[in-house]
Structures are given as structure tokens and as C-alpha cells.
């Protein structure tokens, strides 16, 4: 019983030094003569400081276990990141299973995740986390350098090939617009190599915010082999008052801009079909860490055959 109230007692004391939070992603939507209430995404995050110079953070996500129309859709939890930071006066470590670099300070940009994805994420240029290793250092006032090696495949599947992804990310300005004022713009490079040719990805953006306007612009290419593909996005956010933002954002997706090998095929990759992304709408902060979003969100495909789409949603987020 003794031992039981000790392993209690320690186990208290690490949660009450360390900080739980938690975010929960819901959405009603409307679109083509059907309603439906949707859950989106759970999280749950743990973290503490070990010491002057080391601290963790766990993150749980909970979501659908097939969203592809199988029989099992039932909501799980998988560990989404298991990251331990290293500290030092000549810059920050990064191990286990890590955020990437490749689209954080862009997602800030946005500055809306709970009702959309960031154009990296949405188009699944890259995954948001990965098993492996991670350097970041400030070199002058404002300029962050980042360089991670991951396995490449993200943090659903373990290793599939010998082979590893390296990302690179240099960023100067303000990294989070959604709290401060300022600007940023950065560049972002990741290679990956196959037994054929290496997969590259590179994302160009910048941000400004300031007298309640807050800007977004990206500029994404990756290169598969012989596919290269193309994302333009920008967005834009006002806010009207204290606790109500107005926000627009744009898309222009090229699943496939031409064969690398011969530009003048252009009937590849029938599959896959150009499209425009546009979404609108409100934002009303509650008390509580509760957001409410009403919007529309519009959809068109340049191959005719494809029918443009419309969807009417309300999100909400509930921070804790």
C-alpha cells in the first residue's frame, strides 16, 4: 500500500510541475442536401521541464481510424509527437518523434488550423511529424535555422526504406503572427532520395501582421521522379473587434505541372485534375477557449468533367 501511495504521490507531483492542455476540433457541415455534425480531432499535450536545460513535450491525437468510407471508423488515439528538447547556449536539440519544420511558422501565418489545414498539410506535401533528430540556432536578431533528419515517412508508418529526409528551414521575423505583430519570411528545403531519384520539396512565404490585419502568402513545389507538383496560397484576416475576425483564403493546386523528363507531356497523370480552393467566413471568440466559425468554402476543378463543389460549415475549437 506504501509503495502504492509513493508511485501516486510521484506521479502527482510530475503532472502538477508540468502543463496539460488540450484542443478539440468539431464542425457542422452542409453540402450537397445533407447536414451533418462532424468531430474532427482530439489532442491532449503533456509537458515539463526536466531541467534548466531539458524538457519534453507528449501529444495525443485522437481521430477516425478510416476515412475512406471502410466499415471501422472508429475514433482512436495514437501518439502523434514524443519530443524531447535539449538546450544548450549554442542552440536547441530536438529527438524522438519530433514536429517538422517544414510548415509550422506558415500554419501560424494562416493562423486558422482548426478550420483548415495549412496548404503543406492539406495537399500532403510533407507530414507534420516524424521519428528523428532536429537542430534549430538563432544566428543574428530575428534569423532561425533549422535542419532535421527523419525517416521521411511520417509518424503513421515506421521505417519503410533505407533511406532518410533531410529538411532545412531558415526563417527571419516574427515566427508566430497570431500573437505578435511583425513579418517573417523564410525558405524551406527538404530532399529525400529513392532508389531512383531524390523526392524535393521547396516552400517559399512570408507573413506580416499589424493594425488588426494579418497577411499570408506560400509558395510550395515538390518534386516526385518525374511529377512536380505546385501550391499557391494566400490568405488574409482582419480584425473587426476584440473578439470577432473576418478571414479569406485562397488555393491554386497543380497535382501535376509536367513530366520533369519531357515537358511537352501533359496527359500523365489523368488522374489528377488542377483545382482552385477558395474558403470565407467569420471568427467569434468566447470565453472559455471556445471559437466559433461560420463559413462557406467553394471548390472548382479545371477539368469540366468535374463539377465544382460547395460546402457550408460552422467550426468550432475548444482550447483547455
Partial sequence: MKKILFVLSITGLMIAEGKIGGVTY????????????????QYFSYGADVSNNVSFKIIYDVGRTNKNGGEDTRLVAFLKKAQINYKT?????????????????????WGYRF????????????STADIGVGFSRSLIDNL??????????????????????????????ERNLIKNDGFNAGVVYTTEQTDDKPNIMTSLFGGYSGMGLRLGGQYNMLTKGNIESNIVSVSANYNVRDNIDIFTRYDLADPWTESVDDPNTNDLNEGEDNSTYLIAGIVLTCDGGISIAPNVRMTNYENTAKESESEYKVNFQFKF
Fill in 89 to 109: 547556449s549554442f542552440s536547441k536539440f530536438d529527438y524522438g518523434l519530433i514536429g517538422m519544420n517544414t510548415y509550422g511558422v506558415q500554419e501560424k501565418n
Fill in 26 to 41: 468539431f464542425e457542422f457541415i452542409s453540402a450537397d442536401d445533407s447536414t451533418a455534425f462532424n468531430f474532427q480531432r
Fill in 115 to 126: 478550420i483548415e489545414k495549412s496548404a503543406i498539410d492539406k495537399y500532403e506535401f510533407s
Fill in 144 to 173: 532561425n535555422l533549422s535542419l532535421q533528419i527523419v525517416n521521411g515517412e511520417g509518424f503513421k508508418k515506421p521505417q519503410g526504406d533505407k533511406y532518410q529526409k533531410i529538411a532545412f528551414n531558415s526563417t527571419y521575423g
